[in-house]
């Protein structure tokens, strides 16, 4: 009788626990599967949103391996990642460490360093303008202090990545420094007083204990930055005047476009919507071979305390 009851007992608290997580599970179903799949669909039709789709196999595949502006978005993510990610994070795991010392004001500090990460890209734009603005910006007005010539910075086809580079590293330093913060902390003490009886220095320590200990909260950030570089399309889009003109974002000369500003404009501003499908699953592809490829290699360089 008593198992009975245990039974019974289970399987009510199982379909209690499925009516818990059911709307997660409907918002999986309706607004994840659901979409992953259509997308997977629409990658293989002429579908411009207004008509419905027309199949046309790998049509959209093969205009992209020919198209001439999808090459260049590539080119201009791939050289956003490899100037945000080692800048984020290098700078990120140096106010981690000095933060995580016992300063007066700390909490004060912390806030202010993050207070950009929760700042929209509309309020970091106006701040941004105010610096890099051609006529009226500070940093032209340093120059020509300075006896310099002034710059047209995100009208410069050569300046423009670089620039946003530097606006989004500000933007999101603070949140990958908490990251940070949070794996500093949780290296054993016991560890520095032992390097400390060793007569070990605070750069040795660094890259002998705080680094290997660290390891894994690295592998993290470096994952999460490179996810967002290919994904970066707010800052992208406010920033180079899509908010005023879709079709002017990524500018100038398409020299600040990238991917998901491409796959926006493709899909919404010219309801080429099987096209943007086509692009939306190649990058899918590049993130999830690029993030298997590096849990490959972490065992190379990732330490994990047992």
């Not at 791939?78 to 700390?106: C, D």
């Not at 005047?241 to 079709?247: I, K, L, N, Q």
């Not at 692009?279 to 899918?284: D, M, R």
Request: hydrophobic fraction near 55%; charge should be neutral; avoid cysteine.
């Amino acid at each position: 009788m008593e198992t009975v009851k245990k039974h019974a007992q289970k399987k009510s608290e199982g379909r209690w626990g499925l009516l818990m997580v059911s709307p997660y599970i409907v918002h999986f179903v309706v607004f994840v599967a659901v979409t992953f799949l259509a997308s997977l669909y629409f990658s293989f039709s002429d579908y411009d949103i207004l008509n419905p789709p027309q199949w046309v196999g790998l049509a959209n595949y093969e205009k992209l391996v020919h198209d001439p502006v999808f090459w260049k978005a590539l080119w201009n993510t791939v050289y956003f990642a490899v100037l945000f990610v080692p800048a984020q994070t290098f700078l990120a795991l140096v106010l981690a460490v000095a933060l995580n010392q016992k300063l007066m004001g700390l909490k004060l500090i912390r806030l202010a360093h993050f207070l950009p990460v929760i700042s929209s890209w509309t309020v970091i734009y106006y701040v941004a303008d105010a610096i890099f603005n051609p006529r009226f910006g500070m940093a032209n007005s340093l120059l020509m202090r300075l006896g310099l010539e002034p710059q047209k910075w995100l009208q410069d086809e050569w300046l423009v990545i670089p620039i946003l580079v530097l606006v989004a590293v500000w933007k999101g330093v603070g949140y990958i420094m908490v990251i940070f913060l949070a794996g500093l902390q949780n290296v054993p003490q016991e560890l520095y007083e032992a390097a400390d009886m060793d007569g070990a220095g605070a750069v040795r320590k660094f890259f002998h204990i705080t680094m290997p200990m660290i390891s894994g909260t690295t592998f993290l950030v470096l994952i999460l930055s490179t996810i967002s570089t290919f994904q970066a399309f707010e800052q992208i889009y406010v920033m180079t005047g899509g908010s005023v003109d879709a079709t002017a974002a990524g500018g100038p000369n398409n020299a600040s476009l990238l991917l998901m500003v491409y796959l926006y404009r493709e899909g919404f501003s010219f309801l080429h919507m099987g096209y943007a499908s086509a692009i939306a699953w190649v990058l899918f592809i590049m993130l999830f071979a690029f993030t298997l490829i590096q849990v490959k290699l972490q065992k190379r360089w990732v330490y994990y305390e047992k």
